[in-house]
């Protein structure tokens, strides 16, 4: 493609605001789809004691723009309170701790390097 001296900043403007769309389109799959696999991997790696908690992991898109995406992935009711519990442990009634069952941390920290991976291989 030529583009004359005069038009430069024009073509460098519109091929930037391809990349932009194409980047911001990409990392908007990108996150979906790691929130996605999060969920599943937090089903399998959740305590399963009757398995209701471990089958209330969700996530839900938290916030959107043309630029911008969050997810959030959470337990459902009435579950969720379990989440800091089992993850921190917690006091016995009669004196003692529970020993912490560190689920939710792994799957966070995974998904942030998928998201890391994915971007930089996609781009």
Known sequence: M????????DAV???LRNYSREATETMKETILDVSKETVKDLKQTS???TGDYAKRWKYDVAY???TELRTVIHVTKPEYPLTHLLE????????GRTRPIVH???AE?????QVVKRMERKL
């Open 47 to 49: 305590p399963k004691l």
């Open 109 to 113: 920290e995974r998904a942030i390097d």
């Open 104 to 106: 939710i941390q792994p």
């Open 64 to 66: 959107e723009t043309s």
């Open 88 to 95: 921190k442990g917690h006091a016995k009634r009669n004196g």
């Open 13 to 15: 403007m519109r091929e």
């Open 2 to 9: 030529k583009v004359k001296s005069s038009d430069l900043a």
